[in-house]
């Protein structure tokens, strides 16, 4: 066990433990060349005080999205005299429209924040700012689609640029979702004039490349061999070309060979590192699903818990659910937190995002039960599962639960 003093002392291990967060932006972005020229290109207009097309990025968790966007918005702070003044967004936190307006007035104009005005308010007095020296505001929205009224947001920032005769707005979406534009009120739509973009999935050598690079500067000399550089990269093509996923592994493994008191990482400790993230990165993706399909996961998981309406569709191990009553069991939660279910078609679309994340597996209910509908199986414990998707739907508050499912308590 490590004592303070062993903990206060220099490492034997790392070198720049920041540099091996998924939160560092290297000097260097390697393998995305493309695709940051793709991003300067959309930003250049605004650079010479021109309004630009707004541009929307798409792609998996761990594919260089925000990384590459921020590179370039680096880029772009450093150029002198230029007229783009942006504010990059994190909508986990600012989740509202609401709270973006009063982040970018925060960022641009901070005395004026903090006044306590309304979206009203706050709206004209960044018309007013835009247009007085015919700027242009270039708003960066990372995971666009958890905005709680994203069709209110859309429509109040681009009828920003109908409201003034100089400047104007510029909208960065980054979403992990390629489809979250689908549920869209068409009003919001007919106003963006956008272009997009999709990050692929990294492959295995360029993850290899990628913490080869890292390590480098992260660790101190000879404490990395490539052998434990290879397992890990091959670890995070399983899990679909995740970047994120293959730092955190290689951070995790140094700490853990700190812990133990080595000079360097073991592929024992590659291993218990994997094992450990792969846990994790389930979890982190309940996290950061939109409000309904948590909603419909959070169906499927009561009703597992409580064996579900058919007992007999369990083989002592595992429970299976009808299609039909997840969704029943959903319109219900969603009544009894003053949301509108959507649709049968959304929700077979949420059933096959759930799919894809792995989080479930639904196949055909086949011969020997009448009529045709799907199996949904749940592919993780549902303790912890529950738990997460409390913490985020009710704020794992006990009293809040009890109102919303009287009958589960």
Not at 251 to 274: I, P
């Amino acid at each position: 066990m490590q004592t303070l003093n062993d903990l206060l002392a220099e490492s034997k291990i790392f070198a720049k433990r920041e540099v091996l967060s998924p939160h560092y932006t290297p000097q260097k972005l390697i393998f995305r060349e493309s695709e940051i020229n793709s991003i300067e290109r959309a930003l250049a207009p605004s650079l010479k005080g021109q309004r630009g097309r707004n541009l929307f990025v798409y792609g998996k968790t761990g594919t260089g999205k925000t990384s590459c966007t921020r590179y370039v918005i680096g880029e772009v702070n450093s150029i002198p005299n230029n007229k783009a003044r942006i504010s990059y967004i994190n909508c986990r936190i600012y989740n509202s429209r609401f709270r973006v307006l009063n982040k970018i007035i925060s960022d641009h104009l901070p005395t004026y924040s903090k006044r306590g005005y309304g979206a009203v308010d706050l709206y004209e007095k960044l018309t007013g700012w835009i247009e007085e020296d015919s700027k242009i505001l270039v708003v960066t929205l990372d995971e666009i689609d958890v905005v709680k009224d994203l069709d209110d947001l859309i429509y109040t920032l681009t009828r920003i640029n109908s409201d003034i005769k100089a400047g104007g707005v510029t909208i960065i979406g980054i979403s992990n979702k390629v489809s979250f534009k689908e549920e869209l009120d068409p009003r919001s739509l007919s106003t963006l004039y956008e272009s997009e973009l999709v990050f692929a999935p990294y492959h295995p050598d360029e993850i290899y490349g990628i913490i080869k690079s890292r390590a480098a500067e992260g660790f101190k000399k000879d404490v990395v061999g490539d052998d434990i550089l290879k397992y890990i990269s091959a670890a995070a093509a399983k899990e679909g070309g995740d970047a994120r996923f293959s730092l955190k592994v290689l951070s995790k493994a140094g700490e853990l060979a700190e812990e133990r008191g080595r000079t360097a990482v073991l592929m024992e400790d590659a291993v218990e590192a994997v094992r450990q993230a792969e846990n994790d990165i389930v979890y982190d993706v309940i996290a950061t699903l939109p409000e309904h399909q948590k909603l419909v996961l959070y169906s499927i998981v009561m009703l597992t818990d409580s064996g579900g309406t058919y007992k007999k569709l369990t083989d002592g191990v595992d429970t299976y659910l009808f299609s039909g009553e997840v969704y029943n069991r959903y319109k219900s939660l969603s009544e009894g937190m003053h949301k509108s279910a959507k649709s049968e078609r959304w929700y077979r679309n949420y059933v096959s995002e759930l799919e894809m994340q792995g989080l479930i597996m639904s196949f055909d209910s086949g011969k020997g039960i009448r009529g045709h509908t799907k199996l949904i199986k749940l592919l993780y414990p549902t303790k912890k599962t529950k738990a997460v998707l409390e913490k985020d739907l009710f704020g794992g508050a006990a009293e809040q639960r009890a109102q919303v499912l009287p009958d589960e308590e």
